[in-house]
């Protein structure tokens, strides 16, 4: 499959710089193909001839290319007149009766040297009737692409592509002078500006003076907002007034070192915010949740580790400190859960701390050492829960009777996707099993049910007991 990478890489003419340039264009060229009406093609030279490097449609009106033929070559009358657009740095005008489209190509400038050609090709409509709105749309096309065949375009510094929010001309559109007069503006940008409280007439009038003159209401005034809306900075700025809240973007339009003016897209995002700070609020009360829980989990680890010292019998004391170190397990869980705004964890993270833990509280006299290997990944936060409850079982079982003198403990993990494979090993007595009680109930119940896998225990070559479990893991 031909992408633009893979050819530009290929294109042994161009250097880093020049491919990167040709990247920033067609990642920001949308706006030229909406304004123009016009599919965009990107020509590129390779080898010893000319390839489509790159395609775009616009947003604002039928495409003429219903296909796509990135990776194809042009025809050889095409390639010549391609080729005589880099050589002259001119743009080139025709039309092509056979499939009715005019055809503009313009010669894509970086740093003086011409690299690549950008045909725009748009539907011939005899019909069409001169409006103001069609003189605006057709002065700003052309501008940029004078900005394309001078090397100003793609703007340096200016937020290229799209991400969540960003205006597009579809969304609002104002054009205004050099001065930052609007002479233009389309029926969405009047609604955005009227839902700021701007009841005035926008055109030829200067639009920061409008949009800012009047404060009141304001919610968040961005510091580049007056640059944004003169159209002197290639930037994006927000407004919020009165629970409205619009993205404006500024796209200068020069004509070498003269500033002819600026399209200032725009957007009312009021909607996405409120989603945003809905979700962040709802992550924040998840996180205070969890550490609530880990608080209150860890009081009740100490009121069971108190009793356990007040406990006069050795049995009843056993018990406590076992339920003790449960609790302590799934606190650690949710402090890690506390930290995160998503509902998974890094079990590692988790682990770690459980088997220091449990090697602390089980060895006495006899020392014990334990090393991990390999990478349990993230885990959901309920299978986190069961997957460390499970390790501590199989931890504290090995230590306190498979090497109750004391030895070696050694945990390997490997993650495969959902697929999480662990041993642990032990060079103890040789245990061919769990003792049979609640910690054994309470592993081969987790490890079949919340971590859907299964549990096997087997003696190890050269004396101990290795534990096997394979567990199907959600994230």
Not at 43 to 52: A, L, P, S, T, W
Not at 220 to 228: G, K, M, R
Not at 375 to 391: D, K, Y
Request: glycine fraction near 8%; include cysteine.
């Amino acid at each position: 499959m031909s992408t633009l990478s893979r050819i530009l890489d290929r294109a042994s003419n161009l250097s880093t710089a020049q491919r990167d340039w040709l990247h920033k264009l067609t990642g920001d060229w949308q706006i030229i193909a909406d304004i123009s009406f016009s599919d965009l093609v990107l020509y590129v030279e390779y080898g010893d001839g000319v390839i489509v490097a790159a395609q775009a449609r616009p947003s604002t009106a039928a495409t003429v290319h219903q296909s796509d033929f990135v990776g194809e070559q042009p025809q050889p009358w095409l390639e010549f007149e391609l080729r005589r657009v880099v050589a002259s740095g001119e743009q080139v005008f025709f039309h092509d009766d056979e499939h009715a489209v005019d055809v503009r190509l313009v010669p894509v400038n970086h740093d003086g040297q011409f690299i690549a050609v950008m045909a725009m090709v748009t539907a011939q409509r005899g019909d069409r009737v001169p409006t103001e709105m069609l003189a605006n749309y057709e002065s700003m096309a052309n501008d940029l692409a004078r900005m394309v065949q001078q090397g100003q375009f793609p703007i340096d510094g200016s937020p290229s592509g799209y991400r969540h929010g960003t205006p597009r001309v579809s969304d609002g559109l104002i054009h205004v002078d050099s001065e930052g007069r609007a002479l233009y503006a389309s029926p969405n940008a009047i609604s955005h500006c009227r839902r700021l409280g701007v009841e005035q007439p926008i055109i030829g009038s200067v639009l920061a003076e409008l949009v800012t003159g009047d404060f009141e209401g304001v919610q968040q005034v961005d510091e580049a907002l007056p640059l944004v809306l003169m159209g002197r900075a290639a930037w994006m700025a927000e407004i919020e007034r009165n629970d409205v809240v619009v993205m404006l973007r500024a796209v200068p339009l020069r004509d070498g070192p003269k500033r002819e003016g600026a399209i200032i897209l725009c957007r009312d995002i009021s909607e996405l915010r409120r989603q945003e700070r809905e979700l962040m609020s709802k992550d924040s009360t998840i996180r205070e949740i969890n550490h609530r829980v880990k608080n209150n989990l860890q009081t009740v680890s100490a009121l069971l580790r108190m009793q356990s010292r007040r406990a006069g019998s050795h049995k009843t004391r056993t018990a406590l400190d076992t339920a003790q170190r449960r609790v302590s397990t799934i606190a650690v869980v949710h402090e890690k859960l506390s930290q995160t705004i998503d509902e998974v964890v890094d079990f590692d993270q988790v682990f770690v701390p459980v088997m220091r833990m449990v090697r602390d509280v089980a060895v006495t006299t006899n020392p014990v050492v334990t090393t991990f290997n390999g990478n349990f990944g993230r885990v959901s936060a309920e299978q986190a829960t069961a997957l460390g409850v499970v390790m501590n079982e199989i931890i504290s079982n090995a230590i306190e009777h498979g090497l109750p003198d004391g030895g070696r403990l050694d945990v390997k993990a490997e993650r495969n996707g959902s697929e999480l494979h662990i041993e642990v090993a032990d060079d103890g007595v040789g245990m061919k099993k769990l003792k049979p009680g609640l910690g054994t109930q309470i592993v081969e119940t987790m490890v079949s049910g919340e971590l859907r896998g299964k549990i096997d225990w087997h003696r190890r070559e050269g004396g101990g007991t290795v534990v096997v479990l394979d567990l199907n893991i959600r994230t």
